[in-house]
């Protein structure tokens, strides 16, 4: 262990190593997982745009899975793949 570490710094990693093995996070913890601020999630949740659970109908939750599926929707091709996908398409509609 490097000795140069402050404990707040120790505490913080040690989190971050319990956090990444979740599967299922708090409102806070997905804000954070997804840099997401708080107002925005609330909105998003509030008008159901994004998977989420209240088991009590007052504390949200979410699955790390669902959220990283949502985030990763609506993806952006790079140039390459659209000249890819155009050269395909051009080549099999003759």
Request: with cysteine; aromatic share 10%; proline share 3%.
């Amino acid at each position: 262990m490097c000795e140069n570490k402050s404990i707040e710094q120790r505490i913080e990693e040690l989190e971050n190593l319990v956090y990444l093995n979740k599967n299922v996070l708090s409102f806070e913890e997905a804000c954070k997982f997804t840099n997401l601020s708080k107002s925005y999630l609330y909105k998003l949740t509030s008008t159901q745009q994004i998977p989420h659970y209240k088991p009590q109908g007052k504390m949200i939750y979410f699955e790390k899975d669902a959220l990283e599926a949502w985030l990763r929707q609506n993806p952006v091709k790079t140039q390459a793949q659209i000249s890819q996908e155009a050269t395909h398409y051009i080549l099999t509609h003759k």
